[in-house]
């Protein structure tokens, strides 16, 4: 059963990760060609690269080898 529960997490984690960031992207995509101003693309890219660290960072941390 414990197997079973590292499996399921193994798989959804990255999907998570990846279709959170990619849904960010989209709307930041989608804000800076609706709304063209060059301040608001700098904030939009930053934000953005900024939650794709933070979430390439927690994924990497949370795959640590257990003891």
Known sequence: MEKWLE???GIIR???A???WSSFL???VYAILK???SE???SLSAG???AVVAI???WIGSRSPKK
């Open 7 to 9: 499996f399921i997490r």
């Open 14 to 16: 990255p999907f998570i």
């Open 18 to 20: 990846i279709t959170g």
């Open 26 to 28: 989209v709307v930041t």
């Open 35 to 37: 709304y063209l101003d």
């Open 40 to 42: 608001l693309a700098k």
């Open 48 to 50: 953005f690269i900024t």
């Open 56 to 58: 390439v960072g927690v």
